[in-house]
Nanobody, 115 residues
C-alpha cells in the first residue's frame, strides 16, 4: 500500500512558477514509476509528466520545456517544477504511483493560473 499526499498548489499569475511535491509512504518508493496528471473542469484527466524509478522522464507536449519532474527516493518524494505557467495549465494536479498491477493516486492539489 502506498499513500500519496500532494502539496504546493495555489494561485499564480501567468508567467509565474510553482513547485508541486508529492510525498509517498508505505512501500518501496523507488520501485514505482511516478506520474503527475491533471484534470481541468469538464475535461478528462491527462498525463503531464512521468519519471521512472531510475530517473527516466517523459512529458506531455503541452508542458515540454516548461515543466520538470524529479524525484528524491531517499525522501520518498517526487516534484513537479512548473515554469512559464499559462491559464490553460489551470487544473487539479494529481500524483500517481504505478508498479506492475499496483496503481495509487493522491487526493490532488489545485493549480490556478490567472491571466
Amino acid at each position: 500500500q502506498v499513500q500519496l499526499v500532494e502539496s504546493g498548489g495555489g494561485l499564480v499569475q501567468a508567467g509565474g512558477s510553482l513547485r508541486l511535491s508529492c510525498a509517498g509512504s508505505g512501500s518501496i518508493f523507488s520501485w514505482y514509476a511516478m506520474g503527475w496528471y491533471r484534470q481541468a473542469p469538464g475535461k478528462q484527466r491527462e498525463l503531464v509528466a512521468i519519471i521512472t524509478g531510475d530517473g527516466g522522464t517523459n512529458y506531455a507536449g503541452s508542458v515540454k520545456g516548461r515543466f520538470s519532474v524529479s524525484r528524491d527516493n531517499a525522501k520518498n518524494t517526487v516534484f513537479l517544477q512548473m515554469n512559464s505557467l499559462k491559464p490553460e495549465d489551470t487544473a487539479v494536479y494529481y500524483c500517481n504511483a504505478r508498479f506492475r498491477t499496483l496503481d495509487y493516486w493522491g487526493q490532488g492539489t489545485q493549480v490556478t493560473v490567472s491571466s
